[in-house]
Nanobody
């Protein structure tokens, strides 16, 4: 059974940085895509970033390009989201998620989800 556990969320001032981690277990993730999805209060879930586990290709939402970086450590089965130059509009619960590779890149249609970690950016 796939398990995803996020960590690293918290409260930060605008312009600051945070690094989220997602520890994955329960299967091998070759041919899978690991993603970060966020949901702000009263809003729909929003794609943030994704990385191909096998090849390492990365994808970003326009709203975070140049500020966020997704990476992975295959040996640790862990995915990271480095968030710099944070803005109040980045405030949301951030979810780590996994899906099979293929199909649309910018999507929130993932198969497995972590419980989420809160990121709050104060102005």
């Amino acid at each position: 059974q796939v398990q995803l556990v996020e960590s690293g969320g918290g409260l930060v001032q605008a312009g600051g940085s945070l690094r989220l981690s997602c520890a994955a277990s329960g299967r091998t993730f070759i041919n899978y895509v690991m993603g970060w999805i966020r949901q702000a209060p009263g809003k729909e879930r929003e794609f943030v970033a994704a990385i191909s586990w096998s090849v390492g290709s990365t994808y970003y939402a326009d709203s975070v390009k140049g500020r966020f970086t997704i990476s992975r450590d295959n040996a640790k089965n862990t995915v990271y989201l480095q968030m710099n130059s944070l803005k109040p509009e980045d405030t949301a619960v951030y979810y780590c998620a996994v899906r099979r590779a293929g199909g649309e890149v910018v999507t929130t249609n993932y198969n497995y989800w972590g419980p989420g970690t809160q990121v709050t950016v104060s102005s």
